[in-house]
């Protein structure tokens, strides 16, 4: 378990977010393997950034696209229809749960 536990401090150290990064029993226990692939995954995409060199594994996380719109841009896009695009009337979330949550 000392070893996961200093993976677990690696991952943050290298900046992995917290709610990346999985519990303990998630894995010694293989109660939430899903989170494991879901911390792995993250490393990758924060490895990606700070050591390319090394194979890419997860998704590349996104850089900054700044961009500066003229008044005349931000006033015509206060026209736009909010329904032009269709419609999500009627649709829901209800009854849907995808495994199991996490235990803090």
Known sequence: MENIA??????????????DVF?????????NVSQVTN????????????HPHLPQFGPRVSEENKRDFTEEQLRAGK??????????????????????SRHM
Not at 6 to 19: I, N, P
Not at 23 to 31: G, N
């Open 6 to 19: 200093a993976f677990q401090d690696a991952c943050k150290k290298l900046g992995v977010r917290e709610t």
């Open 79 to 100: 026209d736009v229809i909010s329904l032009q695009y269709g419609s999500n009337q009627g649709a829901n979330q209800s009854g849907q749960n995808f495994g199991n």
């Open 39 to 50: 911390c792995l995954s993250a490393l990758g995409s924060v490895l990606q950034r700070t």
């Open 23 to 31: 519990q303990t029993v998630d894995l010694w226990e293989r109660r």
